[in-house]
């Protein structure tokens, strides 16, 4: 990272500001919408001034994402993996999280082991009452459609996994939220059969 970033990075954390991160912003046409509309991640207007943090591991995209958002003074762009960003947080420093559509390394059954203490450590970061949304996709592994008793027992499963993390539920959405728009939402929401998504609001405890 370089040394102005890193310095905007930890002037951002001193301040009173709210901090609002994205992993995998991808081009980061989402991220640009949030700033541009001064919106947190539920869509609402902030009352706090914030700095808005994307990170993206893939070069082509990050660089996609630094050109939408060259005029935007109240972010920070990081071409990084978020699994070596995070830990150079304080406890209790971030706000809010938004993880849309994460790769399967971080999020599905076979890999749960090694996600679940990378969410512990996203779990340590937010802050007390601090949010993590997390937006993601079950698909059958014949590429049938989805059945409802698949979607809500693995719904199940996931929101078991995130309870032991410390994580309350606050909501649990069917499908992403209708205004966010994304490279691979957009895609996805073209086969909504066979890729069916929820959203889920974690919170972190408001005495932690
Ligand atoms: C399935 S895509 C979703 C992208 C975007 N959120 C969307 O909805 O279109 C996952 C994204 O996460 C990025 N990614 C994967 N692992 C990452 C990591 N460890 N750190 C940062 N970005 C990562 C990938 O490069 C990719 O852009």
């Known amino acids: 990272m370089s040394s102005d970033k890193l310095m905007r990075l930890s002037f ?6 709210k901090v609002i991160i994205e992993f995998g912003m991808d081009d980061g046409r989402l991220l640009k919408k949030l700033i541009e509309q001064d919106h947190d991640i539920n869509l609402d207007t902030n009352t706090s001034s914030v700095t808005y943090i994307g990170i993206e591991l893939d070069r082509k995209q990050f660089e996609a994402a630094e050109s939408l958002m060259k005029n ?3 972010v920070i762009l990081l071409n990084a993996s978020f699994e070596q960003i995070l830990p150079m947080f304080p406890d209790g420093s971030i706000d809010q999280i938004l993880d849309v559509l994460p790769d399967p390394a971080y999020i599905d059954r076979t890999n749960q082991n090694s996600w679940q203490s990378f969410y512990k450590v996203v779990y340590a970061k937010l802050k007390p009452a601090g ?5 993601t996709e079950i698909t059958d592994d014949l590429l049938e459609p989805v059945s409802d ?3 809500n027992t693995w719904v199940q499963w996931l929101s078991q996994i995130f309870r032991s993390l410390g994580f309350t539920i ?3 959405m069917d499908g992403p939220p209708a205004e966010y728009s994304t490279r691979c939402l957009t895609q996805f929401r073209g086969d909504a059969e066979r890729i069916r998504m929820i959203t889920l609001d974690l919170v972190k405890d408001k005495n932690e």
């Open 12 to 17: 951002a954390l001193k301040s009173p500001s």
């Open 72 to 74: 935007d003074k109240n």
């Open 131 to 135: 949010l993590l949304r997390l937006v």
């Open 149 to 151: 008793e698949a979607y």
């Open 170 to 172: 606050r909501d649990s």
